[in-house]
């Protein structure tokens, strides 16, 4: 991976600025300041190394060389998408999903956005928002996919399992190729975020649905239900063991997790 071929595989794309580097703490670290230097929309930061990633919940993501894609997309959000900033995530997830689709696999959207195949998880989503007092100045949707084994972190290490691409696939992936189909699925997928078509994808692809689980939002107590799905405004639904609807939104940096 080098910014020249990235150039070449992304040309088709809204991408207005590539920033390539071979090594870096984190990519949306270095997103939130470019975006602090009034970046522009599509903008795009990619590493190989990543050494300080940054997860959800506080989590590190580390990025081993020449085996996984870590990068960080800058974005200006239009007046009609600030009211649905939330689904971000989800869309990134969903774009993650069909660019997998493509080559033939069958990810699950672990909500409100870890993609998972094979049950394990092969990306995390991680979007940042950064505001002047109550004025957007942009967000960063920052992406990690494990696509070689030597990404894969071992079980004890993580809360839930991890896996990769290639070993879902039985063969090799060129990165930048992956890169190229996610942010393509990206792009398309923005002009429908929040609309019906998106939610119902995005449903289509939950893992767990119709199984039981537990939701652990922190500092509230946890929910556990049979998972039904999602609402018109992408909340996840639960049906209680009294037969309650619980509804979670998707703001909320909730952990979600099978029941064993
Ligand atoms: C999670 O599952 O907890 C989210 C992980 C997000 C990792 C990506 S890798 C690229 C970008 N830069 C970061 O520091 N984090 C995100």
Known sequence: MDEKSLQIVLSHLPITQIHYHPSIGSTNDTALVMLEQDALDGT?????????GRGRLNRRWITQPGSALAFSLILHPTEYEMSMLPLFAPLAGLAVCRALEQ???????KWPNDVLLERRKICGILVESSWSGSKLKGVVVGIGVNVAPSSVPPDHEVLFPAGCVEHSLGKPVERTDLLASILDHFFSERKGLGSLPFFKAWEQRLAFRGEHVRVEPPGKP???GVLVGLDEAGQLVLRSAADEIILISAGDVARLRPMV
């Open 44 to 52: 795009l930061v990619v590493c190989d190394l990543q050494t300080a």
């Open 222 to 224: 946890d929910v556990t």
């Open 103 to 109: 080559l033939n696999l069958k990810p699950e959207i």
